[in-house]
């Protein structure tokens, strides 16, 4: 649960750093099943004999990055935001929705948007190369850097009115070094959504719109959330490190409300109304991705958010 003092930041600044929430017994068994899902991936790499055989799960996603090898996709909590097809690859367990409906986590977001709380889909791993890894040309924002964005702005504007927290949890330490969080508090920089450009495959919101001398750091060890209001513009630095910077980040919204990625499912997280509605079943879970995914492979391809480069802002 969070202190008044802590809410109270929260809704001054727009964003909130809580170390120590997610202990071992939460992270222990997904870093166990990433390893052996990178395992898997990367032992049918070297029978093609596109990889050396390396040991250890950061060596082989270097390696296997380096040799232009998507583990992401397989890895990510979520479809792509390209086009769809009936087989690719994601990754959703047992462990995992363990994560997303943690007591510790649900406690923390039922204090910011209430009791009645939805898983909703716009969740993504990232892991982050190190700067001697990392293309120069890398545009993903989960294997590279993160441009400045607001996660409204990331939503269709029909969750424009939605509560909803994002949080972000490390599962390796973040420094500045390797590239944790950076925001804007919303006390000096207002509340006001910022327009998104689309640069080098990512919205992001023009400098004229930023205040530069506003960022604050956001480094958290392992275990440790940050907690961000939809309104506050956030970045990642550049892992200029040489080890990777591994997160996920989820969101909870008031159940009932538009979750902003309509065509991904969702589920009740917490109940206190109907806690027999909590969801807790995680090849359900998958079975629901795996349904989604079949019925977007045969349609066109839905843009992740609203922006398309044609606003003013953008010239
Ligand atoms: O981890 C990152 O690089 C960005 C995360 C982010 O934008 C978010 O959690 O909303
Ligand atoms: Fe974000």
């Known amino acids: 649960m969070l202190t008044a003092a802590q809410l109270e930041s929260f809704e001054h600044e727009g964003y909130l750093v809580v170390p120590d929430v997610l202990d071992d017994e939460v992270l222990a068994p997904i870093r166990a099943e990433y390893e052996a899902l990178l395992d898997a991936l990367y032992a049918g790499w070297q029978r093609d004999g596109l990889v050396e055989d390396v040991d250890g799960f950061e060596p082989k996603l270097k390696a296997a990055y380096a040799a232009g090898l998507d583990w992401f996709q397989p890895m990510d909590i979520s479809l792509p935001f390209s086009k769809i097809e009936y087989d690719t690859p994601m990754h959703f367990s047992q462990p995992l929705l363990n994560m997303l409906t943690a007591p510790a986590l649900l406690d923390i977001a039922e204090s910011m948007v209430g009791p009645e709380l939805t898983s909703n889909p716009i969740q993504h791993v990232r892991i982050k190369m190190p700067g001697n890894v990392v293309r120069a040309d890398e545009t993903s924002a989960h294997m590279g850097n993160t441009s400045w964005h607001q996660d409204r702005g990331v939503t269709h504007d029909e969750a424009d009115q939605t509560d909803m927290v994002t949080v972000w949890i490390a599962v390796t330490d973040a420094t500045e070094e390797n590239g944790c969080l950076i925001a804007q508090p919303r006390s000096t920089t207002g509340n006001h959504l910022r327009d998104h ?57 008031v159940t009932g409300q538009p979750t902003g990625r309509s065509h991904f499912p969702d589920f009740i997280a917490r109940s206190r109304a109907h806690p027999d509605r909590e969801f807790r079943d995680g090849d359900a879970w998958r079975d629901m991705w795996k349904e989604a995914r079949a019925q977007l492979a045969v349609q066109p391809h839905i843009p992740i958010h609203r922006w398309d480069g044609t606003d003013a802002a953008c010239a």
Do not use: K
């Open 197 to 253: 450009c689309p640069v080098q495959n990512q919205p992001a919101i023009p400098a004229s719109q930023l205040d530069e001398a506003a960022t604050v750091s956001l480094p958290v060890n392992a275990g440790g959330i940050v907690l961000l209001h939809p309104m506050t513009p956030h970045a990642a630095l550049p892992n200029v490190s040489d080890s990777i910077r591994w997160s996920f980040d989820i969101r909870y919204n």
